[in-house]
């Protein structure tokens, strides 16, 4: 007879003991985190596998979570699970928990009408991740633009021992062969910094829908839960408009440490959409004084980010893996990292 039971958790029932493992074995755990992301999660249910410990009276001793949503893949709706919150005590990581949990996790794209599981893993994890299916994509890349010598906080491009006055002269050379200096604003559009997500971002979300692309759906609803319903960030919103308030794109971001971190961007297809939001949002953070943009991506629009300056940091070590059942029609699809359009909002929390 095995040591663990896995079993699927009552997420208010068990909040305590579910709480009290994550809150041992992961950092930024908090009571608010766990009503926001297990209990007040929009649109499709947060789904939660324990292992508990026969030779500990029962006590649950592993976790994984899976959060659901609706997904758009060839124009169609599907339903993806993002893996997350994997937690394993430490005296229990030798026995089997984990990998028990991770079948436990898989199995839902059989039974559950999960059609889909996609995870950011480390390097720690993907033999793990290989061993059960899951298929291995891309890099979760990090993209970089410069806007000042000084890109981060205490952070230079430039060699300590050169004199401070030279940052001047390398601020101007960045900004001079930076694209937005060269990009002339049509004249019907207009930007703003919003404060919620109202029905044209749900018209932006449908428009990408029928991209071809697998795309999170980005509807209202979601972008107030992930961005607005959180003390995790400090989220701002940068949107760009035609004459007729349409949305032409906007950028989610948060500012830390002097660098402008975007954490969601959406574009119509409008030609030179992508130039014109961020030529607009580039404008924007300079004149607020970051030092640079950076941005997390997995997918096929990323030869655009050249065109606008944005350099790719190699130093990442993280991979996107993505699980289906073989020979089902999105097979093909989502198991091509150009086929994907995948940033930090579609990441686990």
């Known amino acids: 007879m095995s040591r663990y039971t896995i079993e ?7 909040k305590e003991e579910i709480l009290a493992l994550l809150k041992r074995n992961l950092s930024g755990i908090t009571d608010e985190r766990y009503q926001w992301t297990y209990l007040n999660y929009p649109c499709h249910e947060t789904i939660t596998w324990v292992a508990k410990d026969s030779q500990a009276d029962g006590r649950i001793v592993g976790a994984v979570s899976l959060f659901l ?27 089997g928990p984990a990998l028990a949990l991770q079948k436990q996790s898989l199995s839902l794209t059989s039974k559950d009408g999960v059609d889909l599981v996609y995870s950011v893993t480390s390097v720690n994890s993907e033999l793990l991740i290989k061993r059960l299916g899951s298929k291995k994509l891309g890099r979760y890349r990090r993209y970089v633009k410069l806007l000042r010598a000084n890109y981060k ?18 601020d101007g050379l960045i900004k001079m062969f930076s694209a937005e200096t060269w990009y002339f604003r049509p004249k019907d559009i207009k930007t703003a910094v919003v404060g919620e997500f109202d029905g044209r971002f749900d018209l932006l979300d449908a428009l990408r829908n029928r991209s071809g ?8 609803a979601f972008l107030q839960w992930r961005f607005f319903e959180t003390k995790y960030q400090d989220y701002r919103v940068f949107t760009v408009s035609d004459k007729e308030n349409k949305l032409i794109g906007y950028v989610v971001f948060y500012v830390l440490e002097n660098v402008a ?15 014109i939001l961020f030529s607009e949002f580039s404008r924007l953070m300079r004149k607020e004084c970051a030092g640079s943009i950076s941005m997390r991506f997995v997918g096929g629009k990323s030869s655009l980010f050249s065109t606008m ?19 089902t029609d999105i097979y093909p699809l989502v198991t091509r990292e150009d086929s994907w359009y995948f940033m930090e909002a579609d990441n686990d929390i």
């Open 8 to 14: 699927r958790a009552c997420l208010s029932a068990q």
């Open 69 to 95: 949503r609706e997904i758009s893949v060839n124009n169609n709706f599907y339903t993806a699970a993002v893996t997350g919150d994997i937690a394993v005590d430490k005296e229990n990581r030798a026995f």
């Open 153 to 170: 906080k205490d952070k230079s491009i430039l060699p300590s021992y050169i004199p401070k006055i030279m940052s001047i002269v390398a």
């Open 213 to 220: 692309l697998v795309c999170g759906r980005r509807s209202s």
């Open 261 to 275: 971190y975007v954490a969601d961007m959406l574009f119509s297809e409008r030609k030179k959409a992508f130039k």
């Open 309 to 327: 300056n944005f350099m790719e940091d190699k130093s990442g070590k993280a991979n996107f893996y993505c699980y289906a059942n073989d020979g």
